[in-house]
């Protein structure tokens, strides 16, 4: 089922998927966030609320526990609505929060042109009179329809959470994602858009819901000193090991999964630390910068595999990677390896739908999600983080010709 390649040893060259450096400059302002403690994490809250232009602003330990926050407290606004509607191909941690919080998930199959739902189905699923919320999703950056969303959606009760854990920096119709929904949420993990080791961010312009948010998050205990300890040798170790000479490391050690989806509603969840608010002090210039290169990079792959698209070309969007499908599971089997193989940083991306997670499966009998099994199979993940250079790109644009190729936006 799974197309997750096989974990090798190899020594030399190898690109991360997804990269979001942490420097030595980074470090020291995290020591001196820690020192600050709750005032850095407070400063950071008012920095990101400014920014994206919203009243309310909480950081916690991940977008995980984000997006948990947020359903318990939209479950205490209305007690009496027990499902929340997600996309059947989405990052695990997603329906992990919505057991976590108590809550039951409910599927919608994604468009495979779009990685964003497949609204036929999506009408149906919004007539759902137990929907407490629906999580539209910018997998891998790719901007969902959300206003669409918002037109069809009827029903006042149903809140619409918008996850943009892949997209911070990302626009839509001129607007800033994570604020197109009534909530949203930014992951601050590591391969995401910007990283604080760990961390997530949560917007909303709703009082009624912040109120509760706020109450939530203080009910969450601090990281311990263990916990502190590891958080700050594991930024250390990003800082070092994230550059391209020495990624083959941790790449070839199967004991830290790196890049694994895994469904786990017993994660961890924290308040921020200072330590992370540090991290994250100049987040807007170093997001400027590492959204500008992923521009650059997606322009790149844009004119070399899809060169009519001139639209693209001259305003491509932010992705965290580039999602394609390759036309048969075989082909996608022989990316990945061959990626794999020279270290070139092309991966798949979560292994089944959601649908197909053991601890969920008998909440779905009787369902299918074609469009999401499919897309597990096929899809195929290029790099477009600062590290890729000319180099790692003919060499992708090699292995790729090899392989018949779909792109999302290319439609
Ligand atoms: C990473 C991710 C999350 C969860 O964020 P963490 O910070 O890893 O907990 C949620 N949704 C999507 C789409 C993600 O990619």
Redesign the pocket.
């Known amino acids: 089922m799974s197309n997750e390649h096989k974990r090798r040893f190899r020594i030399g060259r190898t690109l991360p998927p997804a990269a979001a450096p942490i420097e030595l400059r980074d470090i020291v302002c995290g020591l001196r966030g820690w020192f600050r403690g709750e005032r850095a994490v407070r400063e950071m809250e008012e920095s990101f609320r400014s920014f994206f232009g919203v009243r309310h602003c909480f950081a916690v330990s ?6 948990t926050l947020i359903l318990a407290a939209l479950k205490e606004k209305r007690p009496r609505r027990t499902e929340v509607l997600i996309p059947a191909y ?2 695990y ?2 329906p992990s ?1 919505i057991v976590r919080a108590g809550l039951k998930v409910a599927l919608c199959d994604i468009d495979p042109k779009t990685l964003d739902f497949d609204y036929g189905e999506l009408k149906r699923k919004l007539e759902n009179p137990r929907l407490l919320a629906v999580v539209p ?3 891998f950056g790719l901007p969902a329809d959300v206003p669409r969303l918002r037109e069809m959606l009827r029903d006042r009760e149903t809140t619409i959470i918008e ?1 943009a ?2 997209a911070m920096g990302g626009q839509f119709g001129g607007r800033k994602l994570g604020t197109l929904g009534d909530v949203g ?1 930014f ?3 590591r ?2 858009a910007l990283s604080t080791v ?3 961010i949560i917007l909303t312009n709703c009082d009624e819901i912040a109120a509760k948010i706020a109450r939530e998050q203080r009910r969450l205990y601090e990281y311990g000193a263990l916990e502190m300890g590891s958080l700050v040798l594991y930024a250390l170790v990003l800082t070092v090991f994230l550059r391209p000479s020495l990624f083959w490391l941790p790449s070839s050690l199967p004991f830290l999964n790196l890049g694994k989806t895994v469904f786990d509603p017993t ?1 961890r969840m924290r308040r921020m630390s200072g330590f992370q608010a540090g991290l994250a002090l100049h987040w807007r210039e170093k997001l400027e910068a590492l959204q500008a290169a992923r521009r650059g990079s997606v322009r790149q792959w844009f004119g070399a595999l899809m060169p009519a698209q001139a639209a693209l070309l001259n305003d491509p969007p932010p992705l965290l990677r580039l999602p394609g499908r390759a036309k048969t599971a075989h082909g996608a089997s022989r990316l990945l390896s061959g990626g794999a193989k020279k270290g070139l940083g092309v991966s798949a991306a979560y292994p089944d739908a959601v649908s197909a997670i053991p601890e969920l499966a008998g909440d779905f009998a009787g369902e299918d999600f074609p469009a999401a099994r499919d897309l597990a199979r096929r899809i195929v993940t290029l790099p477009v983080h600062t590290y890729v250079n000319s180099e790692d790109r003919r060499k992708i644009l090699g292995l790729l010709s090899q392989v018949e190729m779909q792109w999302p936006l290319s439609a």
């Open positions: 991940s977008g995980t526990a984000a997006l989405t990052c941690s997603v929060a999703t910018h997998l996850d854990a892949q949420f992951s601050l993990g391969g995401k760990e961390g997530g994660f």
